[in-house]
């Protein structure tokens, strides 16, 4: 039986938001990300979708006991598809693995929606913990609808997995979002 593992690509990546074990980071190949507009909530889910010539930086992590049902409570809105053969990692284990994505009937629209700023600092702590500021500059290159409102929540957080940033990991995400055509409102 092949062990089982997820590969994350936005608050997966930030290992202080979950227990999973053995994470690694990995590859997955033909994917891009995108921040994704439902019916379930005015903030933006981050999502990922098959794309030619696309990779996307993430990392595996193991599934315990091939249990996905506190994962898929935690992803909710999001379906699993496997990619394991498009994911590039060096477990020495030919592991199973799957990702979570948004189908593309649920999206509602290119630009509503706001982006959860506490939810892009759990994105961008992870990815510069696992691969450094070159790998956070790949995440803010390889994701795609920037171009709407960054809801700036820092200060009553409303992301359910919100970290502290330290004042360096702060300016990072600022300087990131600087270049972007994002627009930032402060929450009311």
Same mark, same amino acid.
């Given at each position: 039986?092949?062990?089982?593992?997820?590969?994350?690509?936005?608050?997966?990546?930030?290992?202080?938001?979950?227990?999973?074990?053995?994470?690694?980071?990995?590859?997955?190949?033909?994917?891009?990300?995108?921040?994704?507009?439902?019916?379930?909530?005015?903030?933006?889910?981050?999502?990922?979708?098959?794309?030619?010539?696309?990779?996307?930086?993430?990392?595996?992590?193991?599934?315990?006991?091939?249990?996905?049902?506190?994962?898929?409570?935690?992803?909710?809105?999001?379906?699993?598809?496997?990619?394991?053969?498009?994911?590039?990692?060096?477990?020495?284990?030919?592991?199973?693995?799957?990702?979570?994505?948004?189908?593309? !009937?649920?999206?509602?629209?290119?630009?509503?929606?706001?982006?959860?700023?506490?939810?892009?600092?759990?994105?961008?702590?992870?990815?510069?913990?696992?691969?450094?500021?070159?790998?956070?500059?790949?995440?803010?290159?390889?994701?795609?609808?920037? !171009?709407?409102?960054?809801?700036? !929540?820092?200060?009553?957080?409303?992301?359910?997995?919100?970290?502290?940033?330290?004042?360096?990991?702060?300016?990072?995400?600022?300087?990131?979002? !600087?270049?972007?055509?994002?627009?930032?409102?402060?929450?009311?």
């Amino acid at each position: 039986m092949h062990q089982q593992y997820f590969f994350g690509y936005g608050s997966l990546v930030n290992q202080r938001t979950h227990s999973y074990p053995e994470a690694r980071p990995a590859r997955l190949k033909g994917w891009r990300r995108l921040w994704c507009h439902t019916e379930a909530s005015d903030h933006v889910f981050l999502s990922a979708h098959p794309v030619t010539g696309g990779t996307i930086d993430g990392l595996i992590a193991q599934v315990p006991g091939q249990d996905w049902r506190a994962l898929d409570h935690r992803e909710t809105g999001y379906q699993r598809e496997p990619v394991t053969d498009l994911v590039d990692h060096d477990h020495p284990a030919q592991p199973q693995v799957q990702v979570y994505a948004i189908p593309r !009937d649920r999206h509602l629209s290119e630009t509503g929606g706001h982006i959860l700023l506490s939810y892009l600092d759990v994105v961008v702590q992870g990815f510069l913990k696992t691969y450094g500021t070159v790998g956070v500059a790949g995440f803010f290159d390889s994701t795609d609808g920037w !171009d709407r409102v960054v809801l700036d !929540d820092r200060a009553t957080p409303r992301y359910p997995r919100h970290q502290q940033l330290t004042s360096s990991e702060t300016a990072l995400v600022n300087g990131h979002l !600087d270049r972007l055509p994002v627009r930032i409102q402060r929450a009311g």
